[in-house]
T-cell receptor, first 112, second 112 residues
Framework: GESVGLHLPTLSVQEGDNSIINCAYSNSASDYFIWYKQESGKGPQFIIDIRSNMDKRQGQRVTVLLNKTVKHLSLQIAATQPGDSAVYFCAENRGGADGLTFGKGTHLIIQP | DTAVSQTPKYLVTQMGNDKSIKCEQNLGHDTMYWYKQDSKKFLKIMFSYNNKELIINETVPNRFSPKSPDKAHLNLHINSLELGDSAVYFC???????????FGPGTRLLVL
């Protein structure tokens, strides 16, 4: 089975509010994590990544937090905008030669 | 100036047919991948290809075969298409393995 999963399949927030999308992983060997955004009819788009030697990384309006103790990853989006509506995936790279292992995805809905 | 491109965008075909999906990346990346996204949005790695080394996900039927004419291309050939092959197929590339992957726009395959 998959080792990466998301707590909430759908998250609805008001425009301008902050949102937090959570992700749990079970493979302790994973050393690289990525958040992707997928808009309807498009491919996954890279948002932000973090390596296991860090616990926080910030981008433009986005922050990723990594808690290795409880194997938890989160994506925080500040001041959400209508364009943030999409499905968000966390993905892990376990250090092997294969591709990314994706979580099931969270559908973020921004209410006007 | 599309980074990762796929053709066709839509593919509708009959069961039993053989079809190909093309992928090209102009990023100069060394590694390319194919993913399958099912109707529930779950993304799963099918293949990764790096410098003529092919890593195959063991769950992929041998009716699927990637072919790389050069470093910038990784095409996906599918023989004897089945109804269950209907999905969205994404190509991706990364500078090397274990680095951020960039996805193409997807090919929506419908087998009738």
């Amino acid at each position: 089975g998959e080792s990466v999963g998301l707590h909430l399949p759908t998250l609805s927030v008001q425009e301008g509010d902050n949102s937090i999308i959570n992700c749990a992983y079970s493979n302790s060997a994973s050393d690289y994590f990525i958040w992707y955004k997928q808009e309807s009819g498009k491919g996954p788009q890279f948002i932000i990544d973090i390596r296991s030697n860090m616990d926080k990384r910030q981008g433009q309006r986005v922050t990723v937090l990594l808690n290795k103790t409880v194997k938890h990853l989160s994506l925080q989006i500040a001041a959400t905008q209508p364009g943030d509506s999409a499905v968000y995936f966390c993905a892990e790279n376990r250090g092997g030669a294969d591709g990314l292992t994706f979580g099931k995805g969270t559908h973020l809905i921004i209410q006007p | 100036d599309t980074a990762v491109s796929q053709t066709p965008k839509y593919l509708v075909t009959q069961m039993g047919n053989d079809k190909s999906i093309k992928c090209e990346q102009n990023l100069g990346h060394d590694t390319m991948y194919w993913y399958k996204q099912d109707s529930k949005k779950f993304l799963k790695i099918m293949f990764s290809y790096n410098n003529k080394e092919l890593i195959i996900n063991e769950t992929v039927p041998n009716r699927f075969s990637p072919k790389s004419p050069d470093k910038a291309h990784l095409n996906l050939h599918i023989n004897s298409l089945e109804l269950g092959d209907s999905a969205v197929y994404f190509c991706a590339s990364s500078p090397m393995r274990r680095e951020t992957q960039y996805f193409g726009p997807g090919t929506r395959l419908l087998v009738l």
